[in-house]
């Protein structure tokens, strides 16, 4: 049998304002075109319930109760990192035997879902406050500002296997909650370093640090790339250059050097790699390699 096509909210609202304006059921289904019968149905339902709105329909049951979906979801606010397993092992301790599959798709619909941890650069108090100082000092800044400034930064390449993932639920949006990210700090080793820089007009050079960076050598590498990439990327006179607080960056010995090429220097709150745009630039960098 062809299933009867629905009529929409708006049809079914007209019928209950002409059954209101004292309309009978057949001059009603006469004027909107649709069988007395459903007419006297969506009336008797206004009647009862209110609505024309389309009532929840009966079905399978649910396996997890609605008490154990907030218990689940109540867990796993709580502590993101919380297995499927885990969850299945609570309602099984509770009476409820379930998979793990169901799991993720009662989750699912309470809008949270399995997600890889976010790695977050590991902020304390004092981080927090001088990133919170940096983003209201710049809050009104024009964005011809922000075209004058060169990005740089150095990152490291992994050729061979992935750094450890946890995997959190979580909401929508919510990828950079405390709860759903895994706090790093910086540290030696990788195969290949690379420094760069970039702007808005494009992107400057790219070097490999073929050895292990320290002070001296990063000036060479600002002394032998830097000046050249602003030319080639036509900056404007008083261009800013960026870089974050590693100690071969705030050396005395770099700090003079800057001064002395009159470089002007973007002051850069510690821990915050992500407020620079050239972390999404090394994104896809290492995602080509």
């Given amino acids: 049998m062809a299933k009867t096509k629905e009529l929409s909210k708006d049809t079914r609202n007209k019928i209950v304002d002409l059954h209101q304006a004292g309309k009978t059921?057949?001059?009603?289904?006469?004027?909107?075109?649709?069988?007395?019968?459903?007419?006297?149905?969506?009336?008797?339902?206004?009647?009862?319930?209110?609505?024309?709105?389309?009532?929840?329909?009966?079905?399978?049951?649910?396996?997890?109760?609605?008490?154990?979906?907030?218990?689940?979801?109540?867990?796993?606010?709580?502590?993101?990192?919380?297995?499927?397993?885990?969850?299945?092992?609570?309602?099984?301790?509770?009476?409820?035997?379930?998979?793990?599959?169901?799991?993720?798709?009662?989750?699912?619909?309470?809008?949270?879902?399995?997600?890889?941890?976010?790695?977050?650069?590991?902020?304390?108090?004092?981080?927090?406050?001088?990133?919170?100082?940096?983003?209201?000092?710049h809050l009104d800044d024009p964005e011809e500002d922000w075209e004058n400034v060169i990005w740089s930064d150095e990152t490291k390449i992994e050729l061979f296997g992935k750094n450890s993932t946890c995997r959190v639920w979580r909401r929508k949006n919510a990828e950079l909650h405390p709860k759903n990210t895994i706090p790093t700090v910086k540290h030696g080793g990788g195969n290949i370093m690379l420094w760069g820089c970039f702007s808005a007009k494009g992107p400057g050079r790219l070097i490999r640090v073929k050895e292990r960076m320290n002070g001296a050598m990063y000036r060479e590498i600002l002394s032998k790339n830097l000046l050249p990439s602003a030319r080639a990327l036509k900056m404007k006179r008083g261009w800013v250059f960026q870089h974050d607080n590693d100690p071969k960056h705030t050396a005395r010995a770099t700090k003079e050097w800057l001064r002395k090429k009159h470089f002007k220097v973007l002051e850069w709150p510690s821990q915050s790699p992500d407020l620079n745009p050239i972390e999404n630039l090394w994104r896809e960098k290492i995602c080509v390699a």
């Fill in 25 to 137: 059921e057949s001059a009603i289904g006469k004027q909107v075109g649709v069988k007395k019968s459903t007419v006297g149905a969506i009336i008797r339902k206004w009647k009862t319930y209110k609505t024309t709105d389309n009532l929840p329909r009966s079905g399978a049951p649910r396996k997890i109760s609605p008490r154990g979906v907030k218990m689940i979801t109540r867990t796993v606010s709580k502590n993101p990192r919380t297995t499927r397993g885990d969850l299945v092992n609570d309602l099984q301790r509770a009476g409820t035997k379930v998979t793990k599959a169901t799991i993720s798709n009662t989750l699912r619909r309470q809008g949270l879902k399995s997600c890889s941890a976010r790695r977050v650069p590991l902020l304390k108090p004092v981080h927090v406050r001088a990133r919170l100082k940096f983003a209201r000092e």
